[in-house]
C-alpha cells in the first residue's frame, strides 16, 4: 500500500499553508505512486525539492519573466519570445521549448505543452511533470540511499564526494542554489513522514 501524503504534511515541510496545496495532494497521491514515488524516505527527497522549487508550494511559475531564456538554443529557444513562453513552469521547473516538447511526446501529443504551455502550472501536470524528471534521472535509487552515504557525482567536469540530498539538489537544480533550504526542507520531511 503506497504511502499517502496528506495536507498537514506539506504545511509542516513548508511551515505555512497554501491555495496550492489541497490540490497538490491530490495530485501527489494519484500521480507519484505510479513513478514508484511511494515510501516516507523517496516522499521525502521529494517533496523537500518541490518546497524549495515551488517556493514553499506558493506556485508552480518561476517568478522571472523568462527573458533571461531568450535566444537560448541549449533550450530549443530559438524562435522570438520563447524565453519567455516557455519559462519554467511545474514543481521542478519545466523550461525551455525543447523540454516542453519532450514531454508532450510522452502524453502522446509533442505539441500539447508547445502549444499551451500554461498546462505545466497546473496541479496534475505540475506532479507528472516532476515525475517525469524524477524517473528519469534514477532519483529513487539515490533517496533509498542512508543519509550518511557518500556518493559521486559528476559536476563540472569534476568528480565530487556528496550526500544524497545534495546529489538529488544537484541534479534538479543544477549546482547548489538553494543547498542550505533543500537541506533544511528534508530534514523537516523526514522528521513528519519518516
Not at 524549495?52 to 538554443?73: I, L, M, P, V
Not at 524562435?79 to 523550461?95: E, L, W
Amino acid at each position: 500500500m503506497p504511502y499517502t501524503i496528506k495536507l498537514e504534511h506539506l504545511t509542516a515541510i513548508a511551515g505555512l499553508s497554501t491555495p496550492l496545496m489541497a490540490n497538490l495532494v491530490v495530485w501527489l497521491n494519484k500521480t507519484c505512486p505510479s513513478y514508484e514515488i511511494d515510501t516516507p524516505q523517496e516522499y521525502s527527497h521529494f517533496l523537500a525539492q518541490a518546497c524549495h522549487e515551488t517556493d514553499h508550494f506558493k506556485t508552480f511559475q518561476e517568478y522571472a519573466s523568462g527573458k533571461a531564456y531568450e535566444g537560448r538554443a541549449d533550450l530549443g529557444n530559438t524562435h522570438p519570445g520563447d524565453g519567455v513562453k516557455y519559462k519554467g513552469r511545474g514543481i521542478f521547473q519545466t523550461t525551455g521549448r525543447s523540454n516542453y516538447q519532450q514531454l508532450g511526446v510522452k502524453k502522446g501529443n509533442s505539441d500539447l505543452f508547445i502549444n499551451k504551455p500554461e498546462l505545466l502550472a497546473e496541479p496534475e501536470y505540475a506532479v507528472w511533470s516532476a515525475c517525469e524528471y524524477w524517473l528519469s534521472r534514477g532519483l529513487n535509487d539515490i533517496a533509498n540511499h542512508a543519509d550518511s552515504d557518500v556518493l559521486k557525482k559528476k559536476y563540472r567536469g569534476n568528480i565530487i564526494n556528496v550526500s544524497p540530498v545534495e546529489f538529488i539538489s544537484i541534479t534538479i537544480n543544477g549546482g547548489y542554489n538553494g543547498m542550505d533550504e533543500r537541506k533544511k526542507f528534508y530534514a523537516k520531511a523526514k522528521q513528519v513522514l519518516v
